[in-house]
Each structure stands twice: as C-alpha cells, then as structure tokens.
C-alpha cells in the first residue's frame, strides 16, 4: 500500500523568504510524484511532477521538487515567496491499480505568507 | 482547455435525506473521480469511473452511489446523509486514468447537514 505524509500542517514565511515544504511517501515501487495547490475556494491545481530522469523537477510559479529514493522523499521549494502563494499545498503519489490508477493524497499543508 | 463545473457550489440537506451532486467536463476526458476532503484529512477517493457506464469503488464509498451516464458527467449520490456531516466534495477528471497523468479538479461542492 502507498501513503503519504506531510509532517507540517501549518507553514508561516514571510514574504520574500525561502520556503520548503516536506513531503514523504511509502510506496512498494517508484511512484509517480505529485505536488497540487489549493487556492481558497478552488480546486486544486498541478504545480510540478516526477516520475523519472533528474531528481529536480522544475514547476509552475518558481517552485521545484527534489526526490530523493533514500529518503522516499518529494520536498516542495521556492527561492522567494509571495503573498498570493498563501494556499493549501499537497504532495500526491501514484501507483498504477488495475485499469486505472490510484492517487493518494497527504493531507496538506496550509501556506500562510505573511508581509 | 477545459473547465469542470460542478453543481450545486453549496448543498444543505437533513440527516438521513438523499443528496445528489454533480460534474460536468469539456475536457474530453475518459476518467473522471470523485474524491471527498475534510479539514485536516487531505483528499480521500470515493469512486472513479474509467469511462460511460463503468463505476470503481474507492476507499471512502461506503455511503455513496455514482452515476457516469455520459462520457461528460458523472453524478455522486449520498444515500443518507449524517448529522453535523460537513466536507467539500470534489470532482476531477483526466485523460485516460494513467499513474503519471495530471487531474483537473473542479472547484468543489460545500456538504452541510443539519
């Protein structure tokens, strides 16, 4: 089985700051690596994704990923914040199952950034 | 692009009432997939349907009966709904249900139940 963990609930930067944001998986083989954005009242929407070749995965809005195999782990960073990046974060893995695929979800990690 | 409408944005229903939600998509997608998200829960899968006429069961869909009558909706029931139950209900869909494919989610329904 896969899951998911994101150890921090909550995140306050301030703007202009570093930013990164943990993500660890479980999972029997490689999976497919995912990291969503929720801004408020809205679904959510794809930031970036690994499934092979560099371990640095470049993303939407100047955010980036790194997987790491030893770790089973898919940190989220960003150089410099901005206040609009204030939004709920979610790292996501997927396997293949059957004749769709299953993708497991942490349970996020809200983004507050303040000026 | 696309564009996945759900309806209604906001559901108020009473304890043991059946409630029905709705998704539309222009994406031409072949899976679509309900997930349900709860405060501090993250998002949990409840059915997906890999195309017209086919249902798969999630790990939450217990409660709930789907619907995918056309290639462009896909309709989630709940088949009694629980008091003080709240949650967003979110719909998404995505080209063909591959591990590494993107979903497009919509902007969610909003459960209350007196």
């Known amino acids: 089985a896969q899951s998911v963990t994101q150890p921090d609930a909550r995140v306050t930067v301030s703007e202009g700051a570093s930013l990164q944001l943990r993500c660890k998986y479980s999972s029997s083989v490689t999976p497919y690596l995912f990291w969503y954005v929720q801004y408020p009242r809205q679904g959510l929407q794809l930031l970036l994704k690994?499934?092979?070749?560099?371990?640095v995965v470049q993303g939407v809005n100047g955010f980036e990923a790194e997987f790491s195999k030893s770790n089973s782990s898919f940190h989220l960073r960003k150089a410099s914040v901005h206040w609009s990046d204030s939004a709920v974060y979610f790292c996501?893995?997927?396997?293949?199952?059957?004749?769709?695929?299953?993708?497991?979800f942490g349970k996020g990690a809200k983004l507050t950034v303040s000026p | 692009g696309g564009i996945i409408t759900q309806t209604p944005k906001f559901l108020i229903g009473q304890e043991g009432q059946k409630l029905t939600l709705k998704c539309q998509q222009n994406?031409?997608?072949?899976?679509m997939y309900w997930y349900r998200q709860d405060s501090g829960k993250g998002l949990r899968l409840i059915y997906y349907?890999?195309?017209?006429?086919?249902?798969q069961k999630g790990d939450l869909s217990e409660g709930y009966d789907a619907s995918r009558e056309k290639k462009s909706s896909f309709s989630l029931t709940v088949t009694s709904a629980q008091k003080n139950e709240m949650a967003v209900f979110l719909c998404a869909s995505s080209t063909w249900g591959f591990s590494a494919e993107t979903l497009y989610f919509g902007s969610g329904t909003r459960l209350t139940v007196l």
């Open positions: 996501a893995v997927s396997q293949q199952q059957g004749t769709g695929s299953k993708l497991s």
């Open positions: 994406f031409n997608h072949d899976t």
């Open positions: 690994y499934y092979s070749g560099d371990p």
């Open positions: 349907s890999i195309t017209e006429n086919d249902l």
